[in-house]
């Protein structure tokens, strides 16, 4: 029961949440080795989109086609090849770092665990401090932890919220990196990020949410954050007009 | 299936882990289980002595109150991590993660019924070794009964609000049935001639729950766990 | 909708108006009296209570399983209903026990199972108000248990009961009590059938509310 897909297609989807909006009909497309970044000001909508793309939400309209299936045809198989990196890390800190590993590992029914978790950590720069706790990790290292248990079942699609938070500048550089192999692996990557110098560079596709709606982003050679700032301003230009005719009939 | 057996195996594993590192769900529900017992020893008294007919209740209602605070820890601390997400994300039946689930509160509840009994049995001259058999089966079905309807509304509660009131609220009316066939039971084998055929009927009434109510909850796990 | 709550609550206020009279022409039962009459409501009351935990709790699982809004609406105000009747139940079973045993309560296995299934649809509507986003599917699994656990109360209610003493609370119904008893069921049934649509008309037009305004935001 394999199943594996190199398109992403997020066609018309919105999500509320009781009367608040938190998406508005976003349509996307991604490719396999694409990295797509996710911009936008808190509250825009980037962890619920995240959310809905790993199967954890669902949309209240739209579709999210992983290849020609969606999430309830696809079946759990889907799963297997999806990965999250969310805000929060997913790590038993009552574990060992070779513990979580393993968890997850035989969690995900992984031929060889052992195996595979030994070169996780060894990848991760953890192989000193695999049998510690992880409730004693720094930050940092808990996040490396975290991002080979995204990987350890080698998804095509991976997902990662707001992954250079607090990572030091090594770190940074050392997941800007992982994430180009991943690319050249032919995985689709969709980050959600503050940190525009470290997605400078790196991303194929921009995708820019503002109150739950994507917005354009041009395509001109200025600097990711010039563009990124002309973005946000032209939306809230256009709000503020729209706000000011519509205002008079709105119920306070 | 084998897949299902494999992961509900494997979560298990990792909750009963998880839980010997520090063991404080364990302590704490066993110590709280047995300042219950005692709280009704003093509160149900006659004639300045705890009255003896009582020690069937006193278990159930120990065991009820032991589960709950039991159940609400540890998913406190799935909470705490959002691995329960975490789960959820894994590519399985999720069922499966439900019965992993069941089974470490049933691991934990054993260890409560463990020391409850000989705890009651001394303190209010309960014969409970009389039947060992029937006060075996009752409190085995009785206990998956509390727990399966248990670690369902505990699960599912993990993401609303209120959530510690809310579990006894929701719990304890859907499980009364389970307290009384708990206490009826046990009452009969405790009589000074153990009364088997009534004995039996209340296993079967529980079993008969047991069946019922763990296959709804299998069936709602997944509908009630995805937004 | 509003088409068929005019005529219905005409109907349904003139059988009202009505029962009173009926029931006060029925004929006296030998033992109990003039409290007897009291069952009119009582039981009708009873029955319905019972049909409509079963109306949330079907309601209940096709919107958990079928992800029906709709099916939600239908199981709140069911669920509401529950409460309801079971209040009516609550209050006029001890009245009527107070005259005819003398005691306010005799643990009765109908009225304690009765009781019980108030308290797990009391408990459904709480959490539907303090459970936070997402109860409703929190309260659809509590309805869905609570009817299946329906014949377990009963049998467990009623086995437990052994050591108490056995009350009667069956009566033989006379030929002229028999009408009586049923013009006050279609009575209650109509009013049952009344609110219910008033009340999932409200949850509909609320939906709508919420839908004009997730439509205003676009």
């Given at each position: 029961?394999?199943?594996?897909?190199?398109?992403?297609?997020?066609d018309?989807?919105?999500?509320?949440?009781?009367?608040?909006?938190?998406?508005?009909?976003?349509?996307?497309?991604?490719?396999?080795?694409?990295?797509?970044?996710l911009l936008?000001?808190?509250?825009a909508?980037?962890?619920?989109?995240?959310?809905?793309?790993?199967?954890?939400?669902?949309?209240?309209?739209?579709?999210?086609?992983?290849?020609?299936?969606?999430?309830?045809?696809?079946?759990?198989?889907?799963?297997?090849?999806?990965?999250l990196?969310?805000?929060?890390?997913?790590?038993?800190?009552?574990?060992?770092?070779?513990?979580?590993?393993?968890?997850?590992?035989?969690?995900?029914?992984?031929?060889?665990?052992?195996?595979?978790?030994?070169?996780?950590?060894?990848?991760?720069?953890?192989?000193?401090?695999?049998?510690?706790?992880?409730?004693?990790?720094?930050?940092?290292?808990?996040?490396?932890?975290?991002?080979?248990?995204?990987?350890?079942?080698?998804?095509?699609?991976?997902?990662?919220?707001?992954?250079?938070?607090?990572?030091?500048?090594?770190?940074?550089?050392?997941?800007?990196?992982?994430?180009?192999?991943?690319?050249?692996?032919?995985?689709?990557?969709?980050?959600?990020?503050?940190?525009?110098?470290?997605?400078?560079?790196?991303?194929?596709?921009?995708?820019?949410?503002?109150d739950?709606?994507?917005?354009?982003?041009?395509?001109?050679?200025?600097?990711?954050?010039?563009?990124?700032?002309?973005?946000?301003?032209?939306?809230?230009?256009?709000?503020?007009?729209?706000?000011?005719?519509?205002?008079?009939g709105?119920?306070? | 299936?084998?897949q299902?057996?494999?992961?509900?195996?494997?979560?298990?594993?990792?909750?009963?882990?998880?839980?010997?590192?520090?063991?404080?769900?364990?302590?704490?529900?066993?110590?709280?289980a047995?300042?219950?017992?005692?709280?009704f020893?003093?509160?149900?008294?006659?004639?300045?002595?705890?009255?003896e007919?009582a020690?069937?209740?006193?278990?159930?209602?120990?065991?009820?109150?032991?589960?709950?605070?039991?159940?609400g820890?540890?998913?406190?601390?799935?909470?705490?991590?959002?691995?329960?997400?975490?789960?959820?994300?894994?590519?399985?039946?999720?069922?499966?993660?439900?019965?992993?689930?069941?089974?470490?509160?049933?691991?934990?509840?054993?260890?409560?019924?463990?020391?409850l009994?000989?705890?009651?049995?001394?303190?209010?001259?309960?014969?409970?070794?009389?039947?060992?058999?029937?006060?075996?089966?009752?409190?085995f079905?009785?206990?998956?009964?509390?727990?399966?309807?248990?670690?369902?509304?505990?699960?599912?509660?993990?993401?609303?609000?209120?959530?510690?009131?809310?579990?006894?609220?929701?719990?304890?009316?859907?499980?009364?049935?389970?307290?009384i066939?708990?206490?009826?039971?046990?009452?009969?084998?405790?009589?000074?001639?153990?009364?088997?055929?009534?004995?039996?009927f209340?296993?079967?009434?529980?079993?008969?729950?047991?069946v019922?109510?763990?296959?709804?909850?299998?069936?709602?796990?997944?509908p009630?766990?995805?937004? | 909708?509003?088409?068929?709550?005019?005529?219905?609550?005409?109907?349904?206020?003139?059988?009202?108006?009505?029962a009173?009279i009926?029931?006060?022409?029925?004929?006296?039962?030998?033992?109990?009296?003039?409290?007897?009459?009291?069952?009119?409501?009582?039981?009708?009351?009873?029955?319905?209570?019972?049909?409509?935990?079963?109306?949330c709790?079907?309601?209940?699982?096709?919107?958990?399983?079928?992800?029906?809004?709709?099916?939600?609406?239908?199981?709140?105000?069911?669920?509401?209903?529950?409460?309801?009747?079971?209040?009516?139940?609550?209050?006029?079973?001890?009245?009527?026990?107070?005259?005819?045993?003398?005691?306010?309560?005799?643990?009765?296995a109908?009225?304690?199972?009765?009781?019980?299934?108030?308290?797990?649809?009391?408990?459904?509507?709480?959490?539907?108000?303090?459970?936070?986003?997402?109860?409703?599917?929190?309260a659809?699994?509590?309805?869905?248990?609570?009817?299946?656990?329906?014949?377990?109360?009963?049998?467990?209610v009623?086995?437990?009961?052994t050591?108490?003493?056995?009350?009667?609370?069956?009566?033989?119904?006379g030929?002229?009590?028999?009408?009586?008893?049923?013009?006050?069921?279609?009575?209650f049934?109509?009013?049952?059938?009344?609110?219910?649509?008033l009340?999932?008309?409200?949850?509909?037009?609320?939906?709508?509310?919420?839908?004009?305004?997730?439509?205003l935001?676009d």
């Amino acid at each position: 029961m394999s199943f594996d897909f190199d398109r992403l297609v997020v066609d018309d989807v919105s999500r509320n949440f009781g009367r608040r909006r938190a998406l508005t009909r976003v349509s996307l497309t991604c490719h396999g080795g694409e990295i797509v970044g996710l911009l936008g000001p808190n509250g825009a909508g980037k962890s619920t989109l995240l959310a809905i793309l790993s199967t954890l939400l669902a949309p209240s309209s739209g579709v999210v086609r992983y290849g020609a299936a969606d999430a309830r045809t696809a079946g759990h198989a889907l799963r297997a090849r999806l990965g999250l990196l969310g805000h929060d890390l997913y790590l038993y800190p009552e574990l060992t770092a070779r513990e979580n590993l393993e968890f997850f590992a035989r969690l995900y029914g992984l031929a060889g665990p052992r195996e595979r978790v030994t070169q996780a950590l060894t990848r991760a720069g953890l192989a000193e401090r695999a049998d510690d706790m992880v409730s004693g990790f720094s930050r940092g290292m808990r996040q490396r932890l975290a991002l080979e248990r995204a990987l350890l079942h080698a998804p095509r699609l991976l997902l990662l919220d707001e992954p250079f938070t607090g990572l030091d500048d090594a770190s940074g550089q050392a997941l800007v990196a992982r994430l180009r192999g991943l690319r050249h692996e032919g995985a689709i990557v969709v980050v959600a990020t503050h940190d525009l110098d470290l997605a400078e560079g790196l991303l194929d596709k921009v995708a820019v949410l503002r109150d739950g709606r994507l917005l354009q982003v041009s395509d001109s050679a200025a600097s990711l954050r010039d563009r990124y700032r002309e973005t946000i301003q032209a939306a809230a230009r256009t709000a503020d007009h729209g706000r000011g005719g519509a205002s008079a009939g709105r119920p306070s | 299936m084998r897949q299902f057996l494999r992961v509900a195996w494997v979560v298990m594993r990792k909750d009963l882990t998880v839980e010997m590192r520090s063991r404080e769900i364990v302590y704490t529900t066993v110590f709280f289980a047995a300042s219950c017992v005692l709280v009704f020893a003093f509160a149900l008294v006659r004639e300045g002595r705890p009255l003896e007919d009582a020690a069937a209740g006193i278990l159930w209602i120990s065991i009820a109150f032991a589960g709950t605070l039991g159940l609400g820890r540890t998913f406190e601390r799935e909470r705490h991590t959002e691995t329960l997400r975490a789960l959820m994300l894994a590519p399985s039946d999720r069922p499966a993660i439900y019965v992993g689930k069941l089974l470490g509160i049933l691991a934990l509840l054993a260890v409560v019924e463990a020391v409850l009994i000989p705890m009651i049995g001394v303190l209010f001259h309960a014969p409970f070794m009389g039947s060992p058999f029937w006060l075996f089966a009752l409190l085995f079905t009785g206990t998956v009964g509390f727990a399966s309807v248990g670690t369902l509304f505990a699960a599912m509660l993990v993401r609303a609000r209120s959530r510690d009131v809310l579990l006894p609220v929701l719990l304890y009316p859907i499980t009364i049935p389970v307290i009384i066939a708990g206490v009826r039971g046990t009452a009969a084998i405790l009589q000074a001639t153990p009364d088997e055929p009534m004995a039996r009927f209340w296993v079967a009434l529980l079993l008969f729950f047991d069946v019922v109510f763990v296959t709804l909850s299998l069936w709602t796990f997944e509908p009630l766990m995805t937004e | 909708m509003s088409r068929v709550f005019a005529p219905l609550a005409f109907v349904a206020v003139a059988l009202f108006a009505i029962a009173p009279i009926i029931v006060s022409h029925a004929p006296y039962e030998q033992t109990m009296g003039l409290v007897q009459k009291v069952f009119y409501y009582h039981v009708p009351s009873a029955m319905l209570m019972f049909i409509s935990a079963f109306v949330c709790g079907i309601a209940s699982a096709v919107f958990l399983f079928k992800r029906s809004a709709g099916a939600d609406r239908v199981a709140v105000a069911a669920g509401e209903l529950v409460v309801l009747f079971g209040m009516i139940v609550l209050v006029t079973g001890p009245l009527w026990a107070r005259k005819a045993w003398g005691v306010w309560w005799e643990w009765d296995a109908r009225l304690t199972s009765s009781l019980l299934l108030w308290m797990i649809f009391l408990a459904y509507l709480l959490v539907r108000r303090y459970g936070g986003p997402g109860s409703e599917k929190l309260a659809g699994a509590m309805a869905l248990f609570g009817m299946a656990n329906v014949p377990f109360v009963y049998v467990s209610v009623n086995y437990w009961r052994t050591i108490h003493p056995k009350t009667s609370v069956v009566m033989t119904l006379g030929p002229g009590m028999r009408s009586a008893f049923w013009f006050c069921a279609v009575s209650f049934g109509v009013l049952y059938v009344l609110l219910l649509t008033l009340r999932r008309r409200l949850e509909d037009q609320q939906a709508q509310v919420e839908r004009l305004y997730l439509a205003l935001e676009d």
